[in-house]
């Protein structure tokens, strides 16, 4: 019996899904997160094809830990040989054709299990990874995207370091150009990934790295379509964000799509972190960081759910349920011109 090439990835991501949860049952660990799917658009007036992308702060190793760091987290969800059974599930249980993710600092690991269900993946690293402060760390983290080779092909692929004011910073993006496999007549597109510079403070930093990658894409794809994911450490009232919603790249957020006044959700990542200035000695962070950008070629039919605060439970992100202490991103976007 001959099999597609597309069934065998089908059959084998199936397969290290299974043996994912299997293990995750092993170890007694409670049930995934649910989550469900907004239908934005059930009309296939445009009947163009549809890709699913995820983007992800997957949280790297190295960081988990710290005295002041995730204190209501219990020690063991942080722990790598359970997170990395939460990682996998979550990379693979909504099946997308793109993903683009940050802090990487297991790049091989994701690389090799990606790579048994026909993933093909591109990695650049930080000039600084403040993992590499960290005793056990096991290697610097970067942005990776990871594409379905069954589903698209890479064209091309460009890995940046942000500038500020001419000067190289800490932060990266990769950039690739992919074409849809089985459609000659569909536009080939750009999907970009960067992690902008974290902590308050940065404001300025942040719209100047910003503003520095939109000038390289606007170069770059002229009118093409794009897509820009990321966790951009900024919510929607600063200035860089401001700078994509006014690109000449016609940038929308996909997560808008979401509520009827066309706002972010409320949040993409909420934990507490220990603080010697807060009542209580811990620091709660919930807001909106991360996002998925696509240009007018783009409109989007289904987005997944962000989960409410019950949930996510009493102590928030990261947790036995979830491995990263922000939420993933997932969008199916309907190329129509």
Same mark, same amino acid.
Request: some cysteine.
């Given at each position: ?24 049952e ?14 934005c ?47 996998i599930?979550? =990379? *693979? ?5 793109? =993903? ?10 994701v ?84 992690? *902008? ?6 404001e ?12 390289y ?9 794009v ?15 401001a ?39 811990r ?15 783009f409109?989007?039919?289904?987005? *997944? ?10 102590n928030?992100?990261?947790? =036995? ?7 993933? =991103? ?8």
């Open positions: 019996m001959i099999y597609s090439l597309h069934l065998l990835f089908k059959m084998a991501s199936s397969k290290l899904f299974l043996d994912t949860i299997s293990q995750i092993e170890k007694k660990l409670p049930p995934r997160l649910k989550r469900e799917f907004f239908v658009d059930d009309n296939d007036k445009n009947a163009g094809p549809v890709i699913r992308v995820m983007q992800w702060n997957i949280l790297a190793q190295a960081l988990c830990h710290g005295s002041d760091n995730f204190i209501l987290c219990p020690k063991e969800a942080l722990h790598w040989e359970n997170r990395n059974l939460r990682v599930e979550e =990379l *693979l249980q909504y099946s997308p054709q793109i =993903l683009c993710l940050q802090e990487v600092d297991k790049f091989e690991f690389k090799e299990n990606l790579g048994k269900v026909g993933y093909e993946g591109v990695f650049f690293p930080k000039p600084d990874s403040p993992c590499l402060d960290f005793r056990h760390h096991t290697g610097p983290d970067g942005c990776a995207i990871f594409y379905a080779a069954d589903k698209v092909k890479m064209i091309s692929q460009k890995c940046i370091v942000l500038e500020d004011n001419g000067f190289e910073t800490n932060q990266v993006c990769v950039i690739c150009t992919f074409g849809i496999i089985g459609n000659d007549h569909t536009p080939s597109f750009t999907v970009a990934v960067t992690h *902008l510079k974290a902590k308050s403070g940065f300025e930093l942040r719209f100047s790295q910003g503003s520095y990658l939109l000038r894409l606007e170069k770059m794809v002229e009118s093409g379509p897509i820009v994911c990321g966790d951009f450490n900024a919510d929607p009232k600063e200035k860089v964000y700078a994509f919603k006014a690109s000449v790249l016609g940038l929308q957020s996909s997560y808008t799509y979401l509520s009827k006044t066309k706002s972010e959700p409320d949040y993409t990542t909420w934990k507490f972190r220990g603080s010697r200035r807060s009542p209580g000695g620091e709660e962070s919930c807001k909106t960081i991360d996002y998925i950008w696509h240009s007018k070629h409109h989007p039919k289904g987005i *997944l759910e962000i989960p409410t605060g019950e949930d996510l439970g009493e928030k992100l990261p947790s =036995l349920v979830f491995p990263s202490d922000h939420l993933s =991103l997932v969008c199916d976007l309907q190329l129509t011109s």
